[in-house]
């Protein structure tokens, strides 16, 4: 029942945060993570479960994970394109290197969560990405997202080494796919204030997987506050549907995080 309380909220900021929107400039200008807008230049984000996000120039975004960078070492860049059709047009392009991290947790005892037995090759992960967003109602923003991920290895990958949690379990497919899909939308905007809703859906699909384990949902709520342009606070939820080699599996998880922002200029 709460979480049912939860998401008619959501719904109900979706519905009618245009109407009581005050600072929906501040919040249009900043925060701008999984849209086609880029951040300012030398504008810096980071959250606690966020990537470190950096803005190079008005076409150009960089960006990475810092907690995961030493044991899976990943840099992406997201590149503003044109406009069309009221629609803001940018793509985003990444490149991950999971090997260091997928060794590490092959160990027997604590820690350990893939048998030691089997050889991790080196293994490239590159994540490509389309994203067009467009205002919706005024100041509501709408994302599309089309994504090609794919993996090139140094040999075979055991497929009894999959790690089978939601979230990771789906993300890391691609390893053993070889090649993978992922389709989506966003909807964010502004609520009452500095607060801001999102809420989104995501399609993961790899047509090489095997039948029953090659689909993924996922759905996330979220309710944004933004205290100023250098702080920010969220929370919500994470609804997933994942085809794990197990069987199939519906999971909910709560999503919390804090975000910094500065300036460098």
Same mark, same amino acid.
């Given at each position: 029942?709460?979480?049912?309380?939860?998401?008619?909220?959501?719904? !109900?900021?979706?519905?009618? +945060?245009?109407? !009581?929107?005050?600072?929906?400039?501040?919040?249009?200008?900043?925060?701008?993570?999984?849209?086609?807008?880029? !951040?300012?230049?030398?504008?810096?984000?980071? +959250?606690?479960?966020?990537?470190?996000?950096?803005?190079?120039?008005?076409?150009?975004?960089?960006?990475?994970? *810092?907690?995961? &960078?030493?044991?899976?070492?990943?840099?992406?860049?997201?590149?503003?394109?044109?406009?069309?059709?009221?629609?803001?047009?940018?793509?985003?392009?990444?490149?991950?290197? *999971?090997? *260091?991290?997928?060794?590490?947790?092959?160990?027997?005892?604590?820690?350990?969560?893939?048998?030691?037995? &089997?050889?991790?090759?080196?293994?490239?992960?590159?994540?490509?990405?389309? !994203?067009?967003?467009?205002?919706?109602?005024?100041?509501?923003?709408?994302?599309?997202?089309? +994504?090609?991920?794919?993996?090139?290895?140094?040999?075979?990958?055991?497929?009894?080494?999959?790690?089978?949690? *939601?979230?990771?379990?789906?993300?890391?497919?691609? #390893?053993?796919?070889?090649?993978?899909?992922?389709?989506?939308?966003?909807?964010?905007?502004?609520?009452?204030?500095?607060?801001?809703?999102?809420?989104?859906?995501?399609?993961?699909?790899?047509?090489?997987?095997?039948?029953?384990?090659?689909?993924?949902?996922?759905?996330?709520?979220?309710?944004?506050?933004?205290?100023?342009?250098?702080?920010?606070?969220?929370?919500? #939820?994470?609804?997933? #549907?994942?085809?794990?080699?197990?069987?199939?599996?519906?999971?909910?998880?709560?999503?919390?995080?804090?975000?910094?922002?500065?300036?460098?200029?």
């Amino acid at each position: 029942m709460k979480n049912i309380r939860c998401f008619v909220f959501v719904i !109900l900021f979706a519905s009618f +945060g245009m109407l !009581l929107a005050n600072d929906a400039e501040f919040n249009r200008r900043h925060w701008s993570l999984g849209t086609a807008h880029l !951040l300012p230049e030398k504008r810096v984000e980071i +959250g606690a479960f966020q990537p470190l996000r950096y803005g190079y120039s008005e076409s150009l975004e960089f960006s990475t994970h *810092p907690l995961l &960078f030493f044991v899976m070492p990943n840099f992406s860049v997201k590149w503003a394109h044109t406009h069309y059709g009221g629609f803001t047009i940018a793509s985003r392009h990444g490149v991950s290197y *999971p090997t *260091p991290l997928m060794r590490l947790i092959s160990r027997k005892g604590s820690g350990g969560i893939i048998s030691p037995e &089997f050889d991790i090759p080196h293994i490239l992960s590159f994540q490509n990405e389309i !994203l067009a967003t467009r205002a919706l109602f005024g100041d509501h923003l709408f994302t599309a997202k089309l +994504g090609f991920n794919f993996a090139a290895k140094s040999g075979p990958l055991d497929p009894r080494t999959t790690i089978d949690l *939601p979230i990771v379990y789906i993300r890391s497919s691609v #390893y053993y796919n070889d090649y993978g899909f992922r389709f989506g939308a966003d909807l964010k905007g502004p609520a009452v204030g500095r607060w801001q809703y999102l809420v989104d859906a995501d399609l993961f699909y790899y047509p090489k997987g095997a039948t029953g384990t090659n689909m993924a949902f996922e759905h996330k709520g979220m309710l944004l506050w933004n205290k100023s342009a250098g702080f920010q606070v969220s929370f919500g #939820y994470l609804l997933s #549907y994942g085809e794990y080699p197990y069987g199939t599996q519906w999971h909910l998880l709560p999503l919390f995080d804090l975000q910094w922002a500065w300036s460098r200029k």
